[in-house]
Each structure stands twice: as structure tokens, then as C-alpha cells.
């Protein structure tokens, strides 16, 4: 595997903080190589197994979710220099992580799940409607709990890939809109499209699961 | 936006995903919130988006394999090896 530089790493905006760190102290000025490597340690490696269950998801497949999260940690690591501490690390990782999938994995998949456009004006007309004819009837919401892992996560990877890596981060991660705007790339209204489609696809695709295992009335 | 404020159930089902996801304002959300307590089909429908999301969690939670966390490590070594001239 090549070495990953700096410069591999697209040149992320810096993830929104919630609290702006006192721009006077920062901690990469002061510090030595030593004690950023502990940093990196301490800070970015915890995340591994969260960000192997994402690249899971991404590409469908163990093998190569752990290539991407080993490029990713790799980038991330050749980086770190860059990541301003006191911001959001995690979004940060998911950033690297995304890029890579996009740049590196989509692109060899043999069969990628590409969504159509987003046709956002479409969605808005039509959000209240389309929850009502999911057919998932809300008295049946304890079947829900009854769906195994697999089934789930088998559901998950029917959707495109836009729409599961939105539904992941915002419903696995739960990271904001506006963080998943920056980690996708996106707009927001974006986001919310994406999220709206794949929420109500998953749900669907659950909702038949329950009904042929005869957990809710068939309609 | 509503000329009362009392949210009725399409205001509430049209922003009950952005309700779940705190990205509704606090005032429209108290006003969402104390629609959801009076109504039982959007209060029902609340519950399934809710349990859902609850079921992604639970399902998607992953432990890195030892031996990709060891490949990481390994690879990291060797990158502050060339870059630190370790």
C-alpha cells in the first residue's frame, strides 16, 4: 500500500465546533512529535471499532471495510497535524473515511447502488403523505424490536449508498445535519432528502420483513 | 407559520423527522412535543420512527477484528518511521 500523504487527505474545512477553542492555545504548537502520536493514540484510535462498523456499511463487505479503515487511519494519521483539537475528531475521521470510500471503494464496486437525483422539491410535497402508506401500522411497533441484526442489516445494505451512509450517520452516529452535510459533501437540504428516502425505504423494506414472518397483520 | 399555535397533525407529521432529530427549534419542538402527547396516530407514528432508529443502533454496532486494529498499528509505526525518521 502506498504511502499516504498529507495532501491525500482532501483539504477538510474544519468540522463545526460547537464551542470555538480559544484560538491563543493551541495545543499543535507547543507540542512534540511524541506527544502528538499520544494524542492520536489517546484520541483518534478508540474510534476504530466505530468507524469499522461504517465502513461495514459503506461497502457491504468485511474485506473491504477493513482496507477503507485502515487507509482511513493511515490519512488520518499522516494528518493529524491538521485536525484542530477541540473540534469535532469524529466528524473529522468520518470526513477521511467518506472520501475514501467515494474515492477508492465506489468506483471498484461491481454493482454500486447509485440513488436518483435528489429530487428535493418532490420529497417536500410529499413527506407527510409518505409516511402513512409504509403500511407499518404504529399498533404494530413492538414487531419492530422483534427483526434481527442481520435482517437489519441486510435491509440497510438494499439501500443506495448516498441514502444508507445518511440514515448511518445520522441514526447510528447521530451526528447533525450540518456535520453530515460536511462529512458527505453536501448541501443540507440534501442531507434531509437523503435521509427522508432512506428512512422511509428501510422502513418499508421492514415492514415486509415483519409482515412474511407474520409479525403484523399482512395488509 | 401556523397563525395559532397550537401544531395540528400535518404540521407535526411534516416535521416530526427533523423534530426526532433536534434539529427543530425549542419553540416549535414544545409545540410539536405537546401535539405528540394529545395525539395518538402521530404519537404512534413517533413511536416507529423512534424504534427504528433504536434498531439500527442496536444492529450496526461492530468490534474492529484484532487484526485490523494490529494492521493499523503496524502501519502507523511505519509512517512515523519515515515521516519522524524514528
Request: negative net charge.
Amino acid at each position: 500500500m502506498s504511502e499516504p500523504t498529507s495532501d491525500a487527505v482532501e483539504a477538510t474545512a474544519e468540522p463545526t465546533a460547537a464551542a470555538e477553542p480559544d484560538a491563543a492555545v493551541d495545543v499543535r504548537d507547543a507540542e512534540s512529535d511524541a506527544e502528538r502520536d499520544l494524542r492520536f493514540e489517546t484520541d483518534a484510535m478508540p474510534l476504530l471499532d466505530q468507524l469499522y462498523g461504517a465502513a461495514l456499511r459503506m461497502t457491504r463487505n468485511p474485506a473491504d471495510a477493513e482496507d477503507l479503515v485502515q487507509e482511513t487511519f493511515a490519512k488520518a494519521y499522516a494528518a493529524f497535524h491538521q485536525y484542530r483539537p477541540g473540534t469535532n475528531l469524529k466528524a473529522w475521521l468520518y470526513r477521511i473515511l467518506t472520501n475514501s470510500f467515494i474515492n477508492s471503494y465506489r468506483k471498484k464496486q461491481r454493482e454500486p447502488l447509485q440513488s436518483n437525483a435528489d429530487d428535493i422539491e418532490d420529497w417536500q410535497e410529499h413527506r407527510a403523505a409518505s409516511h402513512s402508506s409504509t403500511g407499518l401500522r404504529s399498533a404494530e411497533a413492538e414487531a419492530l424490536d422483534l427483526i434481527g441484526d442481520d435482517v437489519v442489516k441486510e435491509a440497510l445494505a438494499q439501500l443506495p449508498d448516498d441514502f444508507r451512509m445518511a440514515v448511518y450517520l445520522a441514526d447510528v452516529e447521530g451526528f447533525a445535519y450540518k456535520e453530515i452535510a460536511e462529512i458527505m459533501d453536501t448541501p443540507i437540504g440534501t442531507v434531509m432528502s437523503r435521509l427522508h428516502r432512506g428512512r422511509g425505504q428501510l422502513r418499508k423494506l421492514l415492514a415486509d420483513h415483519a409482515r412474511d414472518l407474520g409479525l403484523v397483520r399482512g395488509a | 407559520m401556523m397563525s395559532d399555535d397550537s401544531c395540528r397533525c400535518d404540521e407535526a407529521l411534516d416535521r416530526l423527522e427533523a423534530f426526532l432529530d433536534s434539529e427543530v427549534e425549542p419553540f416549535d419542538a414544545d409545540r410539536l412535543r405537546a401535539h405528540l402527547s394529545e395525539c395518538v396516530s402521530c404519537f404512534g407514528e413517533a413511536e416507529v420512527e423512534q424504534r427504528i432508529r433504536a434498531l439500527l443502533r442496536r444492529s450496526c454496532c461492530e468490534v474492529a477484528p484484532e487484526t485490523l486494529r494490529l494492521r493499523v498499528r503496524t502501519e502507523i509505526t511505519v509512517i512515523r518511521a519515515r515521516t519522524q525518521g524514528v
